[in-house]
């Protein structure tokens, strides 16, 4: 507020004592210095804004209020790197071949030459102004929707300890509005599950990556996949229940599928994302899971098996 943020719209400057006096008495008692703290004082509807850098939430915190998560001021903050190859993904925001090895082929299916970790490197193209490390799931179980604005959101176990139970994002209840987030789960299982009846999430220019590498060893198979990984584990999204629609976003390196859609109460819809380098399915259907309408405007390719398999 104090560095230009405010105007009044009165040609009062933010630096003249008036505006300073009316910005300490308004910011008194709304500093805080944890997220925990801010979330334990907010109201519906109210905006919590992270300060630049990286914030550690090493204790468990639950969206259970309908309130704006905002990087800085706003996704002006929030600033794409230029890419440095000529081949960008039709819609993604943060095209996947960026400084890449790999191929450009779009076909269903890649070799096992295609997708090994030395002729391949997917490079996310996001300068993260704000970095959430989380140390446990951030769920979120409110009636309402929760928005949240330019965050990298990291589940990151600094204890190195494999907690497969855990996922970065659960959404167990309302709803969820992202733009411009990037979702990854080093250490844990996968990077968002939707798990509520109703529970509606739209992502735009979102990514969803590197989930559940940390437990993959590629150099161990000439293939790149896991032998211990399953279905259900490692996924950047799993849609259990509710529903998803996700608009030129970047889906890519987890260490499971791209998308794991189960049962018949699961939606999604994508438009113009790209999924690619998955070390198994780009797109995997189980238990009458229903494959996403209008793929034609997608880019799925170049993961380790078939990019649509139903079972």
Request: hydrophobic letters at 30%.
């Amino acid at each position: 507020m104090l560095d230009g943020y405010s105007d009044n719209g009165w040609g009062v400057g933010p630096k003249h004592s008036s505006m300073v006096s009316l910005m300490k008495y308004t910011m008194n008692g709304r500093i805080f210095g944890s997220f925990s703290d801010a979330l334990k004082s907010s109201n519906d509807g109210q905006t919590i804004c992270f300060s630049p850098g990286e914030h550690q939430v090493s204790n468990n915190v639950g969206l259970h209020l309908p309130v704006r998560l905002i990087a800085g001021n706003g996704l002006g903050d929030v600033i794409p790197l230029p890419s440095t190859s000529k081949k960008v993904a039709r819609g993604a925001f943060n095209a996947g071949l960026n400084n890449g090895g790999g191929t450009s082929s779009s076909s269903s299916s890649s070799s096992s030459s295609d997708f090994s970790s030395s002729s391949r490197t997917v490079t996310k193209k996001r300068n993260d102004l704000v970095t959430l490390k989380l140390s446990n799931t951030l769920e979120l179980k409110c009636n309402g929707t929760v928005h949240m604005y330019g965050l990298n959101i990291v589940l990151e176990d600094n204890n190195h300890i494999n907690n497969n139970s855990n996922n970065c994002m659960a959404i167990t209840g309302g709803s969820l509005h992202m733009e411009r987030i990037t979702v990854s789960n080093v250490f844990g299982k996968n990077g968002m599950t939707i798990k509520g009846k109703k529970s509606k999430v739209t992502a735009h220019q979102c990514e969803f990556i590197d989930s559940g590498n940390a437990t993959c060893n590629t150099s161990s198979s000439s293939s790149g996949s896991c032998s211990s990984n399953n279905n259900n584990s490692g996924a950047g999204i799993v849609v259990e229940r509710g529903e998803i629609f996700a608009q030129s976003t970047l889906i890519s390196n987890n260490n499971g599928n791209g998308v794991t859609i189960i049962g018949s109460n699961s939606n999604v819809r994508l438009t113009n994302c790209e999924i690619c380098y998955n070390h198994l399915n780009g797109i995997h259907l189980l238990k009458g899971g229903k494959e996403p309408s209008n793929m034609e405007g997608n880019w799925v390719h170049n993961n380790n098996k078939v990019d649509l398999q139903e079972k």
